[in-house]
Every structure is written in C-alpha cells, then in structure tokens.
C-alpha cells in the first residue's frame, strides 16, 4: 500500500471512529452533542388557557438548568406548541415534533391525551407525565404503557376523598355535583357516588349537572342546582367553568358548601372567580405543592419568577408544571451522558420515593409501576390564599 494510500485509510477510520467516542446519541430523534429537545403541547389558548401556565413553568425550570450548564452537557430545549384543549389540535402538534423530540411532557386534558396516547409507543417517544384522567392507562397494553410516566391523581379516588371529608367534616347531606360532561367529569362523579353509597345513608345525590366545555352560558345550569335543594356543590370542571358557575350561583342567591378538584387548586381563582371563591374547599394533588402554604413550593416558585416573571401570581400552576420538567431533568441525569430511549426509560423506572425539589408527596416508578404518586389534600380557600385542611391522602397507585 502507499503513503496515500495509507493515509486516506487512516483518515476514514477516524471518521467512522470519532462519532463513537465524543458522547453523541447518534440518530436519536432530538438528541444532539449539545442539546436535548423536550415536546409540550397545551392550551395557551381557549377555554382551559390558565392551565398553559403549567408549560410556563416546564420551560423556566428548563432554563434554571441551562443556566447551571444543562444536563451531561447538554441543554434542554423545550419546544412548546398551542392545541387550544383540542385533542386534533394537540395530535396535529405532536405529529409535528416526531423526529424533532426525545421526549415529551405535560400533556393536558384527558380528551387530548385519549386521543394521543398511541403516538408514544407508535413512535418510541417517552411521555413524562400528562394530566388526565388516569384510568384511560389502566388497561392499557403493557408494551405500550412502557413509554408512560404519570405522576398525578385519580380524579374516581379524589373525588372520593373530597366527597367522604364533606360528609364527615363538613355535615353535607343533599350533594350535587357539576361537572364537565366527558371522561374527566365523569369520574368525578363516579368517585362522588362511591362515597355516597358507603355513607350509609347520611348523604344522597340530589342532582348531576353536567355542561359542555363550549358553554359560557351557566344561568339554567346554576338554576338546577339551587332548584336541587344541594346543600353542598362539588365541581370538576375548568378553571374558567368552576368561576363562571360560582358567579352564576351567586347571582340567584345561592351560596351551598362548595369543593373543586385539584385542578382549581390555584389561587388564582379569586381573581377570576371574585369574592364567591372564599370558602372553597379546593383539593391539593400530590404531585405538587401549594405556593404560599408549603415552602419547598414558594422557593420552586422563585426560581421560576427570576426565569419567568409571567409567572408572578400563578405560581401555582407555574409549580405544577415545573415538576413535570424536574422529573423529566432527573431521568436525563440518570440516564448519562450516552442517551437512548431505552436509557431513558429505565432512568424513570430506577426513580424512588422522589420528592422533585422537596415539593408534594414522594413519588416511585418502576417496570411494573406507571402511576408515580396518586394522592391529594383537602385546601380551604381564605382570605386569598390555600390553607391546607388535611395531609396527603395516599392511594394505590393504579397502574
């Protein structure tokens, strides 16, 4: 062989060489020397818009950690996209990151995340958490649970819980609940009945009032209710539904015990529900905290200010989004500097009894555990703020 020769065989060996040896994922989707992309898709727009915050926050937290150098020398980039609560929308935007995402995370409403949840395991995308109903995963195939992370709580045991401490704390009696008429309300109700049913005859369901998630118009919706004789309300609906109700009531004179789900856990409610806010008994999800009543959530939410200001007086939904993306940071720490969809996932199953920055209840994953942490709190709305009633309830995780 000549001197040529023998040099441009060297040559091509080093460039065949190199690739393997500088710590690059080749040819994973999203995944270059320097960088990681994360997906979010969410309502910034539409009626469940104040739930976006929740991607506000993801991406603050993400740009905390770039500032820190990133994550095994890389850093995240989070590519946000608006679906409006439209789960076509939301499929549309998801199909417009494959190829361009290692994982995804955040994805909200039980609708869109229905009708999305087979895009995950078609294209070997990890999802790290999605707030929706959970039991949509219970049945699920095991093969395609396997790129599932939820951490979040099941609506049938919150509303349990919620329904179960107003009759014994608050002497409901006659119950009514509102609710939005797909899968999220629905269970809701399911959980509502069940506590009822194990009542013993202390409370019974005096009427179910469901509403579409295109109406405004509540009037006639607030008037079943009074006509009920309820003397206790309990809403699953959006945060924009659950203040337009509570207006409505008012108006006519009705003033019932009120509780809501977690997901009008933020007190921003008083804003946008006014005064009728006060008194509420909000429930708290334990894959979260409250700004204002736990500290592990107040100094997560200053972080997030100094990345985001936006976020100053939603810091509530700023968190809850937030420890989305510290789960999702997590696994990228643990899944090392050669990352894979395979080392991504079983970085999340190796994740223990986790508190992201101190902040809710612990959460544990693993090859047959998808549900991380499936808990909740019961809140009382005073004078502006949350106050917590009661610790974590603890359920079983359900898949």
């Known amino acids: 062989m000549g001197k040529k020769s023998l040099w441009i065989g060297i040559l091509l060996v080093l460039f065949v060489a190199v690739p393997c040896f500088n710590g ?16 979010w898709s969410t309502p910034l727009s539409g009626p469940a818009a104040l739930w976006g915050v929740t991607a506000l926050g993801g991406k603050a937290y993400a740009d905390y950690i770039n500032s820190q150098g990133g994550v095994n020398g890389r850093k995240i980039k989070v590519l946000l996209k608006d679906d409006g609560y439209n789960p076509t929308r939301a499929l549309s935007n998801l199909q417009e990151m494959r190829g361009k995402v290692f994982a995804v995370t955040g994805l909200l409403g039980t609708a869109v995340v229905h009708t999305c949840r087979d895009f995950f395991s078609e294209n070997k995308i990890p999802l790290i958490t999605a707030y929706a109903n959970t039991r949509m995963w219970v049945n699920y195939p095991k093969d395609k649970l396997r790129y599932i992370f939820i951490a979040y709580p099941d609506y049938e045991d919150e509303a349990h819980f919620l329904t179960s401490y107003a009759i014994k704390e608050l002497g409901t009696k006659k119950i009514a609940p509102f609710y939005q008429n797909d899968d999220y309300g629905k269970m809701g109700v399911a959980g509502i009945e069940k506590a009822v049913k194990e009542s013993g005859g202390k409370a019974k369901i005096v009427a179910r009032v ?10 006639t919706h607030a008037l079943k209710l009074k006509e009920s004789g309820a003397d206790t309300v309990l809403l699953y609906t959006t945060m924009t539904h659950g203040a337009l109700i509570l207006k409505e009531m008012g ?10 789900t977690f997901t009008l856990g933020d ?67 643990r899944a090392g500097r050669n990352l894979s969809v395979e ?39 005073e004078g502006g703020k949350h106050i917590p009633k009661t610790e974590f309830k603890i359920f079983k995780p359900r898949f």
């Open 210 to 219: 469901p509403y579409e998630v295109t109406e405004r118009a509540l009037g």
């Open 251 to 260: 108006k006519i004179g009705f003033r019932p015990k009120a509780l809501a």
């Open 24 to 39: 690059a994922s080749a040819g994973v989707p999203g995944v270059t020397d320097t960088e990681v992309v994360i997906g």
């Open 343 to 381: 080392g991504m996932i079983k970085a999340m199953e190796s994740i223990k009894n986790y508190k992201p920055e101190g902040v809710g209840a612990p959460a544990t994953f693993g090859p047959n555990r998808r549900h991380g942490v499936n808990a909740s709190r019961v809140l009382h709305a």
């Open 267 to 333: 007190p921003i409610m008083y804003k946008i529900a006014g005064e009728v806010w006060e008194g509420v008994y909000p429930a708290g999800a334990g894959n979260s905290g409250i700004p204002g009543a736990d500290p592990a959530a107040d100094r997560l939410a200053d972080i997030l200010k100094k990345y985001n200001p936006k976020i100053a007086g939603k810091e509530y939904l700023g968190v809850f989004g937030a420890v989305s993306m510290i789960y999702t940071v997590e696994a990228l720490k």
